[in-house]
Structure formats: structure tokens, C-alpha cells
């Protein structure tokens, strides 16, 4: 069965950090460009971050540049977002994504 599954996430105060983990099962992850996007109550869907088929090749949208670091583990079949100096704008449920499969989503809270 094809599926990502999510874990980490949770409450975390200001400033705090937290570490998504973007499970594969049923293929290979490290054939795909991953993407980690993320949706806040009342907006639109926005990707934060997708790293390439080459862990060199990164990209983050403006708001996360310098805060949030994307990698993959690829003897673990996983694929990770780092999230340091946490905002209260960083509220959101976090999916990962790859190859048009979706994870089930993780709620992130930032506040104190």
C-alpha cells in the first residue's frame, strides 16, 4: 500500500522547535522530489519547503528561509522538516507530499 504517514508536531512556545517526519511505505522516497506544504485556519494550502532527488537541491518559501530545514533519510524511507525560531505565523497543519501522494497532516501550535 502506497501512504505517507506523519508524526511530530504539537504545541511549542515562541522561539521553540519541532521535527516532522514524512514516513513512505510502498515506494522508494528517494526517487521523488518531496514537498512539505502547510494550511492555517482560514487560508489557502502554501508549500514551505520540497527538497530534489539530490539533497542538494532545497528550496523554502521567504517566511521559513533560515528557520526551517528540509532532508531525507534515505535508508529510513523518510524525509524530515527541522522547524527552529518558531512563530505564532507558523500555526498550521503541516502535510508532506511526493509523488501526489498526501500525509495525513500534523498540527503544529506555536504559541505561548
Known amino acids: 500500500q502506497v501512504q505517507l504517514v506523519q508524526s511530530g508536531g504539537g504545541l511549542v512556545q515562541p522561539g521553540g522547535s519541532l521535527r516532522l517526519s514524512c514516513a513512505a511505505s510502498?515506494?522508494?522516497?528517494?526517487?521523488?522530489?518531496i514537498g512539505w506544504f502547510r494550511q492555517a485556519p482560514g487560508k489557502e494550502r502554501e508549500g514551505v519547503s520540497c527538497?530534489?532527488?539530490?539533497?542538494?537541491?532545497?528550496y523554502y518559501t521567504d517566511s521559513v528561509k533560515g528557520r526551517f530545514t528540509i532532508s531525507r533519510d534515505n535508508a529510513k524511507n523518510t524525509a524530515y522538516l527541522q522547524m527552529d525560531s518558531l512563530k505564532p505565523e507558523d500555526t498550521a497543519v503541516y502535510y508532506c507530499?511526493?509523488?501526489?501522494?498526501w500525509g495525513q497532516g500534523t498540527q503544529v501550535t506555536v504559541s505561548s
Open positions: 527538497i530534489g532527488r539530490s539533497a542538494g537541491s532545497s
Open positions: 507530499m511526493c509523488r501526489g501522494e
Open positions: 510502498g515506494f522508494t522516497l528517494n526517487n521523488y522530489v
